[in-house]
Nanobody, 122 residues
Framework: QVQLVESGGGLVQAGGSLRLSCVVS????????MGWFRQAPGKERDFVAG????????YYADSVKGRFTISRDNGKNTVYLQMNSLKPEDTAVYYC???????????????WGKGTLVTVAS
């Protein structure tokens, strides 16, 4: 089993920044591709960003390109999501996800965290 625990959410003003973290335990972190998803109130959960096991490939939803950056530290079993220039429409619960396959992690990953709430005030 793989356990994922997110942190770093909170309330921020529009234009501000937050960095989310996700610590992974239970299996070899460096084997897994990682992703971030988000779910706004009343909406479906959507892909935000993904990163390959090595960190050499990254993927972003069009809505966050140029503002969000995903990264990982395999020595710390942690994946990060740096969020800049935040907008009210970025308000959502953000979920960390893991899968052995980089394609699958962007659509239907096997493992999920419980989420952390990000609220962007206008």
């Amino acid at each position: 089993q793989v356990q994922l625990v997110e942190s770093g959410g909170g309330l921020v003003q529009a234009g501000g920044s937050l960095r989310l973290s996700c610590v992974v335990s239970g299996r070899s972190f460096s084997n897994y591709a990682m992703g971030w998803f988000r779910q706004a109130p009343g909406k479906e959960r959507d892909f935000v960003a993904g990163i390959s096991w090595s960190g050499g490939s990254t993927y972003y939803a069009d809505s966050v390109k140029g503002r969000f950056t995903i990264s990982r530290d395999n020595g710390k079993n942690t994946v990060y999501l740096q969020m800049n220039s935040l907008k009210p429409e970025d308000t959502a619960v953000y979920y960390c996800a893991a899968d052995l396959n980089i394609t699958v992690v962007r659509s239907n990953p096997a493992y999920w965290g419980k989420g952390t709430l990000v609220t962007v005030a206008s």
